[in-house]
């Protein structure tokens, strides 16, 4: 394929990291929860915040997903971008994964990094276009997966540009602007990159629409989804979860042809951290 047409793109969320026993976001946007309390005590008696403030994770992740966006809105605006990276990667430092016991960032796919640095040394460009937060992503992302910032799509938050000490930053509003999951990934790959991919990697009926219209173009074509079932190493899942919902793309892979990557079968090593072993 010409090099011009060499563009790969990736959900982030259980295709490139863990996103078990909830999204690592979710987590961040909790640990802001219990940060902020004390100038918002009324958030003790407010949904979302009560669930935050209590772990309640069924009643944050359940339904449309509205206390989700309320809560992100509230604990990850409000900063400037540059407040916002240096925050995030503060808890990246500290904080380690409550089953693993090891920084979020330890929790990458081993298999994945290969596949990246594969396609980056056959001159691809690699994308991720995740429904996380850019800023989050872009806070790390670059550091973990050698992917620059501008090759890093996800779901944004409303900035305006101001004057503080003399100087122009940007701020984050307390607003989602864009969320990018399920139909809006396709909406937002033509408009950053203005290009169809030729290869697409999911793991969740969130990044159905995004493998649909990487597949159906012409000339060659890859889809690949990441099927968890891995119940050991790392968790077994998928259509009745509401982390990771895959019900509907793993029908759409039987019709499609597209691969199914099984974690257990297929990966002799999940995390970076086991190839010690």
Do not use: C
């Not at 802001?32 to 915040?49: S, T, Y």
């Not at 935050?52 to 509205?66: E, V, W, Y």
């Not at 060659?220 to 982390?243: F, M, N, P, Q």
């Amino acid at each position: 394929m010409p090099e011009s047409q060499r563009i790969a793109v990736f959900d982030n969320d259980g295709t490139l990291w863990s996103e078990r026993p909830f999204y690592f976001q979710l987590q961040y946007s909790i640990h802001r929860a219990h940060q902020l309390v004390d100038k918002h005590p009324e958030w003790r008696q407010q949904q979302p915040f009560q669930a935050a403030l209590t772990n309640d994770i069924a009643t944050l992740t359940a339904g449309d997903g509205k206390l989700f966006t309320q809560l992100t809105e509230a604990t990850l605006g409000g900063t400037s971008i540059t407040d916002y990276h240096a925050a995030v990667n503060r808890w990246l430092a500290t904080s380690r994964h409550p089953r693993f016991k090891r920084p979020y960032t330890d929790l990458v796919f081993q298999p994945m990094l290969e596949l990246l640095a594969y396609l980056k040394a056959n001159r691809f460009r690699t994308y991720i276009v995740s429904g996380g937060d850019l800023e989050f992503m872009r806070a790390w992302a670059t550091r973990v997966y050698g992917i620059p910032p501008e090759q890093i799509i996800g779901s944004r938050m409303k900035t305006r540009l101001v004057r503080k000490n003399g100087k122009a930053i940007f701020e984050r509003l307390t607003e989602i602007e864009f969320f990018n999951n399920a139909a809006g990934k396709p909406v937002s790959i033509r408009r950053a990159i203005g290009r169809r991919p030729i290869a697409a990697f999911g793991n969740s009926d969130g990044d159905l629409q995004m493998l649909q219209w990487t597949t159906t173009g012409t000339g060659k074509r890859l889809g690949a989804i990441v099927h968890h079932t891995d119940r050991k190493r790392e968790w077994s899942y998928d259509r009745k979860s509401r982390i990771g919902h895959l019900d509907k793309a793993l029908d759409e892979a039987a019709r499609n042809r597209w691969t199914v990557v099984d974690m257990k079968r297929d990966w002799k090593v999940v995390y970076p951290f086991e190839l010690a072993k």
